[in-house]
């Protein structure tokens, strides 16, 4: 892969080179520059605000709109890995229950690599696995008429994806997008496992296909190199949410009186909705980032917290919840934290959670999301070092309220993330009680939006706002805690095929070596040996994700052999003295 044809979404962001070692402030304001990038574009690639990507989300919506007034049985499909699969779950979920409510029948699917175990521990090997993939797909597929199919891979590289999209050419009556946020040009182009196609292949195959529109907005390089559950993950709710509630809307199924947004009249053209919904969420964005200083104060106690090997808690209602979830499962996976670093807890559980009536808790105690789960077994462990957070729109659920102030009165870190929630009340929100257990440790983040939903039963709004808080809430826990080196994620989990070739530029990037010395070091330090064997040198990447998929410092190990001072023996001594490889590597060069 050369370096002209690299992954926009695997290319370090030039605006935040040194977000390291920035204060927590710094941090925040960084991620502020980032972020605007989702709506103002990179270079001179089209970015959500050019005509060219907002004629191809009103496709998007036409499309929705002829498959809700056609015959027959029909389905609007979802599909990703990780984090792309999490929120095709939570936009499924949101436009089911509204239509719904509606007395229609709820179409939407989501399909995530590694069903549903996937949406809180991320599973091994699924993402890569295409042959499954298409088994998935055709549980549902088989059985409509007709489909919409969404196919979401920020960098173009989901294998998950690429074999759906390659089996749906052969698949009538479907109309089927490539969404995420590369060129077609910078598509991955390296071997799929067990599979004969990379994922160039199958983009090459489907481009000019009149029942399939690749749509791209470029938003530029996350903050954290790779971290698409960043600007990725919120440029496709806000995409995905603008489809499908223009086309519910233009359908009359969201009527006139329920629509939130003032500019929106239902007899306006497509293009100009969608420019007003766009143009909202990026006074949503403007809007959550003058809470700066609030926010910066969160991710100092997270940063203090994970440095101190403790934890970081989210609680709340449903939907928002739900998005506590989503942030914490991403931490493992992205920063190569422990599972319990980071957990999230909802207000009547998995019940409430997929609404369909299939409960995990029984997998693993990671899968016990109820907050009577917190009340049971967390909160009589806390610590004064462990954060707890309750999250929510305009005032706090009376029960994560109740968890807060016990939480307070163990010595805990506690604040609240509420949405135009009101500062006038110290008590997050609630009613008029000036109960003064809630005065020391405690921060609050309360960001005023003109607009908490689309329409009724639609909070995005207030969703994408409650998004950027977490994402910075724990990324910049995870920066101050030493997980990162510069801008790139230097201990993150290999656990699939697209994060084995991810570490491998990291240690090449970051080292200036070759990408095969670069393979080298990763192999060393995933087997913990100074000599590779034939075996190892050829075995296939599952072998090697099987193998370094459950350890951890993979990637600051490998660092280290890098430099070529160190053995396998001596790198792992170096790390547990002093776990910043920055500040290791940066001692050698001064040396």
């Known amino acids: 892969m050369t370096e002209s044809l690299l992954s926009i979404t695997e290319t370090p962001n030039e605006l935040t080179n040194d977000i390291d070692i920035a204060s927590p402030v710094g941090i925040v304001r960084i991620l502020r520059q980032s972020d605007s990038q989702i709506f103002n574009g990179w270079r001179d690639f089209s970015s959500l605000s050019d005509e060219e990507i907002q004629k191809k989300i009103e496709t998007c919506i036409l499309e929705v709109m002829n498959l809700f007034k056609s015959k027959g049985k029909k389905a609007i499909i979802i599909s990703g890995a990780g984090t792309s699969g999490r929120l095709a779950m939570y936009v499924s979920r949101t436009f089911n229950l509204l239509l719904k409510k509606k007395g229609l029948e709820p179409i939407f699917h989501y399909l995530i690599a590694g069903g549903n175990l996937a949406l809180i521990v991320a599973q091994e090997g699924a993402e890569d696995n295409p042959i499954q993939a298409v088994t998935d797909l055709r549980k549902i597929s088989d059985n409509v008429d007709r489909i919409f199919y969404v196919g979401v891979t920020c960098g173009f590289s989901a294998p998950y994806v690429a074999s759906q999209l390659f089996y749906l050419q052969n698949v009538k009556n479907s109309f089927n997008v490539l969404f995420g946020f590369n060129p077609v040009e910078r598509s991955r182009n390296v071997p799929i496992e067990n599979w004969d196609k990379t994922f160039l292949d199958v983009v090459k195959s489907i481009e000019k296909k009149k029942n399939f529109l690749i749509l791209n907005p470029i938003l530029g390089p996350e903050p954290i190199t790779g971290s698409t559950r960043m600007k990725g993950g919120s440029a496709t709710k806000i995409v995905l949410?603008?489809?499908?509630?223009?086309?519910?809307?233009?359908?009359?199924?969201?009527?006139?009186?329920?629509?939130?947004?003032?500019?929106?009249?239902?007899?306006?053209?497509?293009?100009?909705?969608?420019?007003?919904?766009?143009?909202?969420?990026?006074?949503?964005?403007?809007?959550?980032?003058?809470?700066?200083?609030?926010i910066a104060k969160l991710i100092e106690v997270?940063?203090?917290?994970?440095?101190?090997?403790?934890?970081?808690?989210?609680?709340?209602?449903?939907?928002?919840?739900?998005?506590?979830?989503?942030?914490?499962?991403?931490?493992?996976?992205?920063?190569?934290?422990?599972?319990?670093?980071?957990?999230?807890?909802?207000?009547?559980?998995?019940?409430?959670?997929?609404?369909?009536?299939?409960?995990?808790?029984?997998?693993?105690p990671l899968y016990r999301i109820d907050t009577n789960e917190f009340i049971k077994v967390k909160l009589p462990k806390l610590k004064t070092t462990d954060v707890v957070i309750g999250i929510g729109e305009?005032?706090?659920?009376?029960?994560?309220?109740?968890?807060?102030?016990?939480?307070?009165?163990?010595?805990?870190?506690?604040?609240?993330?509420?949405?135009?929630?009101?500062?006038?009340?110290?008590?997050?929100?609630?009613?008029?009680?000036?109960?003064?257990?809630?005065?020391?440790?405690?921060?609050?983040?309360?960001?005023?939006?003109?607009?908490?939903?689309?329409?009724?039963?639609?909070?995005?709004?207030?969703?994408?706002?409650?998004?950027?808080?977490?994402?910075?809430?724990?990324?910049?826990?995870?920066?101050?805690?030493?997980?990162?080196?510069?801008?790139?994620?230097?201990?993150?989990?290999?656990?699939?095929?697209?994060l084995f070739y991810r570490t491998i530029g990291i240690i090449s990037k970051i080292m200036g070596v070759k990408e095969e010395f670069a393979r080298d070091c990763l192999l060393k330090s995933v087997y913990e040996t100074d000599k590779l064997t034939e075996n190892i040198i050829k075995a296939p990447i599952s072998q090697h994700i099987n193998a370094g998929s459950k350890k951890e410092k993979i990637v600051p190990r490998a660092l280290l052999l890098a430099t070529g001072s160190f053995d396998i023996s001596s790198a792992i001594k170096a790390i547990k003295k002093e776990p910043v490889v920055r500040n290791i590597i940066e001692k050698l060069t001064v040396k």
């Open 302 to 364: 997270a940063g203090k917290a994970l440095r101190a090997k403790s934890h970081i808690y989210y609680l709340g209602k449903t939907p928002e919840g739900i998005l506590g979830n989503v942030d914490a499962s991403e931490c493992p996976p992205t920063f190569g934290a422990d599972f319990e670093d980071v957990r999230g807890f909802v207000v009547s559980g998995w019940k409430k959670f997929l609404y369909t009536g299939e409960d995990l808790s029984n997998v693993d």
């Open 394 to 498: 305009k005032k706090l659920d009376k029960e994560i309220l109740n968890i807060l102030k016990q939480a307070h009165k163990k010595g805990a870190n506690i604040g609240a993330i509420i949405i135009n929630g009101s500062k006038k009340n110290i008590q997050f929100g609630v009613g008029n009680s000036r109960d003064c257990s809630l005065q020391n440790n405690h921060y609050t983040i309360f960001p005023q939006l003109r607009n908490l939903c689309i329409a009724k039963g639609i909070p995005s709004f207030t969703e994408f706002s409650l998004k950027l808080i977490l994402n910075a809430i724990t990324t910049g826990g995870h920066i101050l805690s030493g997980k990162i080196y510069r801008n790139r994620m230097i201990d993150l989990r290999i656990s699939n095929n697209k």
């Open 241 to 294: 949410d603008t489809i499908f509630s223009i086309a519910l809307i233009k359908l009359g199924i969201i009527k006139k009186e329920e629509i939130s947004l003032l500019e929106i009249k239902p007899d306006i053209p497509i293009i100009d909705m969608i420019k007003v919904m766009l143009d909202e969420y990026e006074n949503v964005r403007g809007k959550t980032y003058e809470e700066l200083d609030d």
